[in-house]
């Protein structure tokens, strides 16, 4: 099968041996699935590794998932974070770039607007968002005298001021969504939707997203737990169609 792929076969002479090698040396199906998937995972490194999948590459693919019945809307977890997902992302952005939004049949716990569609789902994302705290600190200088029995009176040479602190905080492990109007991140902690329209920019991470908000209230939200590339790719089409 790998033959087929670096163009040294036709994908029906490559199946042909394949079923030869099998007749000699029989393997079980889940043994057969594994290695057919394992081929298209080294394929998907190969064909990505440009950052960009032509339309050759993507036929060979299509034609190869087909032949073999290797549904890339059902990966195996093994190859789940692995080049093979990267492959449906790749389709989904190629058919928004032709100005088609793809109808999935992915299931969610949540109320989607009018003609939302859900065009992704993420597992296990952690969802952070910024928290604020101020105090009033300053310099006890000066000197205090007592005034009466238990009560003191200090004076001071230094007027005080308030000094805020920002750290993030976990709002919730669950599930993100990826719609063709909103990011929505799904908990039994918290739900948090956010509407690509409020969405002034990103900062990537090798992990995860910070996401940059419209309006003067608006906090830091950080979503960590998958590759940031394809949401960000996702989003840019969205809004350009």
Known sequence: MVDYFTDQLPLNVAQQRCGSVLKRFPMSQEQIADAYWHVLDKAATN????????????????????????????????????DIS???????????????????????????????????????????????TREWVGRNSGFSFRVCKGVYYRTGRSKGHPVERS???????????VTNKNLIFWSQMKNVKIPFSKIIG??????GI????????????????????????????????
Request: charge should be negative; charged fraction near 15%; include cysteine.
């Open 47 to 82: 064909f990505l590794s440009d950052g960009t999948l032509s339309n050759d590459e993507q036929i060979k693919i299509t034609d190869y998932t087909q032949a073999l019945g290797l549904p890339l809307n059902n990966i195996p977890a093994p190859y789940q974070n692995g």
């Open 86 to 132: 990267k492959l449906s992302q790749v389709a989904l952005i190629k058919a928004l770039q032709n100005g088609i939004v793809p109808k999935t049949n992915i299931q969610v716990p949540i109320i989607l607007g009018k003609n939302e569609s859900v065009l992704w789902a993420y597992s296990n994302v952690s969802c952070y968002q910024e928290k604020v």
């Open 167 to 177: 750290s993030m905080e976990l709002q919730g492990i669950g599930m993100l969504y």
């Open 202 to 207: 990103f900062t990537p991470y090798s992990d």
């Open 210 to 241: 910070e996401v940059h908000r419209d309006g003067a209230s608006a906090k830091r939200l950080t979503l960590q737990g998958f590759d940031p590339w394809f949401i960000m790719n996702v989003i840019s089409q969205l809004t350009n169609l």
